[in-house]
DNA sequence: AATGATAACAACCGCCTAAGA
DNA sequence: TTCTTAGGCGGTTGTTATCAT
């Protein structure tokens, strides 16, 4: 470290040959340093700030020599020097209330910091990005349940839905659905039963962009976690209370009443009922951001944009003992957690107190046939049978899970639109042990991601054959 | 003990915006 | 009105620590 005469403050670092970097963007004498503060730089700072107060970063180099722009200058105070900072690592209080914020906000660190005081927007950004490679691999949601359907609860009730709120809730890029192609219709009954519409939407696996085009390819069961860290605070795994945790993944139909379906036997577990083209809907923009990530989005992508990819479920390693080919779909690799997810959805249906205590946990009975009543109501206008999202269930089946050879293969064979496929239609037989009881159910497997919510069950609890 | 993988952290870069000239 | 600049923000990259094999 070269020394002139100066004052010490401004000898140190010009033209400190040392610096692991230097910024030669401004030649000659102000050659600014890169890389990793040192104590003494540190120690300049502090006294320019304790002097001049925070502002004026540019000047701390003119005014103390320091080798450093203003923007590092600011950053280095920001994010290590200030006072009121708070060191150490996140309390389960704070890690709770990032994942909350996060539902709400997305990616503005900024915004998250204000609500976390001693926090940085870097410490949170790192901390959740290092936590979504994490999911990622672990192939687990990014948002507990409860979080996700509170926060969206939350959102719509200082949002009129009807239109795009320039409110914090709501990311100022919103992405609208225009490219997904989903028939603009008014969903009446999408207004009615707003929150259990939209939240249907945030139980649902998130997952980003990148988790999509890479997590999934890379679910890694024997990833350790560190220390205490749990993915969720306020869904500790230990707590593995089977029930609880699938009560999470379980919900419901909003629009559940006792009609006839056209698929008697079929049931959406998971269904995403939430999720509609229609940019006046109540989906929050957000639910379209690849920066929230949300399998509602990678389900939607599948729905709606053949150019989609799908996921390759051929490289989830997830040790689910897999039925035998007569009694399911060839190559079905969801009916292991499925099998789970319905299991412990009877389970808590066959109970007298089936009590959902937590608001997030919706129930749903797998073996009411009204959930499709909606549909078939709000869209045999249409004249078929499809989701709220273009889709029937077959499609969304047909599109969404990949069985037997993968969709890539045959990418016009995925119906789009409006396109019915009937006869493609899914029944997975399934038997649950159960109490002693076996009970068989079809299904229509339309949830691949509940596959990936298997870690969160233990894999080893369930099976089918 | 060595090695590789991963997590955690720190810092930089580029873009955007607001304010002032 | 346009240009410049400072500051802020989010994304990305690099480094170090930790853990498992």
């Not at 939607?300 to 997830?318: C, F, K, N, Q």
């Amino acid at each position: 470290m070269s020394m002139t005469s100066e004052s010490n403050e401004s000898l140190i670092f010009k033209n400190d040959v040392d610096s692991p970097s230097v910024d030669d963007t401004n030649s000659g004498e102000n050659v600014l340093k890169k890389g990793p503060w040192t104590s003494d730089e540190d120690a300049i700072l502090v006294e320019h700030v304790t002097k001049h107060g925070e502002g004026n970063w540019n000047a701390i180099q003119k005014h103390s020599g320091l080798a450093r722009c203003g923007k590092s200058c600011r950053l280095r105070w920001t994010n290590h020097l200030r006072p009121d900072l708070k060191k150490g690592a996140f309390s389960p209080e704070e890690e709770h209330l990032i994942v909350e914020l996060h539902a709400k906000m997305g990616n503005k660190w900024a915004r998250m910091a204000a609500e976390l005081p001693g926090r940085t927007d870097n410490e949170i950004k790192n901390y959740w990005n290092t936590r979504i490679k994490r999911l990622q691999r672990a192939g687990l949601p990014i948002y507990p349940p409860d979080i996700g359907l509170q926060s969206l609860k939350e959102t719509q009730q200082t949002d009129d839905m009807t239109t795009f709120s320039s409110n914090d809730a709501y990311h100022p890029d919103f992405i609208p659905f225009t490219n997904f192609e989903f028939p603009s219709v008014e969903f009446k009954n999408l207004k009615v039963n707003h929150d259990l519409h939209a939240s249907s939407a945030l139980i649902d696996i998130p997952s980003d962009s990148s988790l999509l085009a890479q997590g999934l390819h890379s679910v890694h069961p024997s990833k350790r976690l560190r220390g205490s860290e749990y993915l969720f605070p306020a869904l500790n795994p230990v707590n593995d209370d089977p029930v609880q945790i699938a009560q999470s993944f379980v919900y419901s139909s909003p629009y559940d009443h006792n009609s006839t379906c056209d698929h008697p036997s079929s049931v959406i577990v998971g269904s995403h009922s939430g999720l509609n083209g229609n940019p006046s809907s109540s989906e929050p923009d957000w639910a379209m951001k690849m920066e929230l990530p949300s399998l509602q989005i990678q389900m939607g992508s599948y729905w709606a944009s053949p150019s989609s990819p799908l996921i390759s479920y051929e490289s989830v390693d997830i040790p689910i003992r897999a039925p035998p080919i007569e009694n399911t779909i060839s190559n079905n690799r969801n009916s292991g957690l499925l099998d789970a997810v319905l299991y412990e959805s009877q389970t808590m249906n066959t109970s007298k107190n089936s009590s959902i205590s937590n608001a997030s946990n919706v129930e749903v009975d797998i073996r009411d046939t009204s959930s499709h009543d909606f549909f078939k109501t709000e869209w045999e206008a249409y004249g078929e049978h499809m989701s709220p999202f273009g889709h029937s269930c077959s499609s969304i089946f047909n599109e969404g899970t990949p069985i037997s050879r993968s969709s890539f293969d045959e990418p016009e064979s995925v119906e789009r639109g409006c396109k019915v496929k009937e006869e493609a239609t899914i029944l997975v037989p399934m038997r649950y042990e159960h109490k002693g009881d076996e009970t068989t159910n079809e299904m229509i497997v339309s949830r691949p991601d509940m596959l990936l919510a298997s870690d969160w069950f233990g894999p080893k609890r369930f099976h089918c054959w």
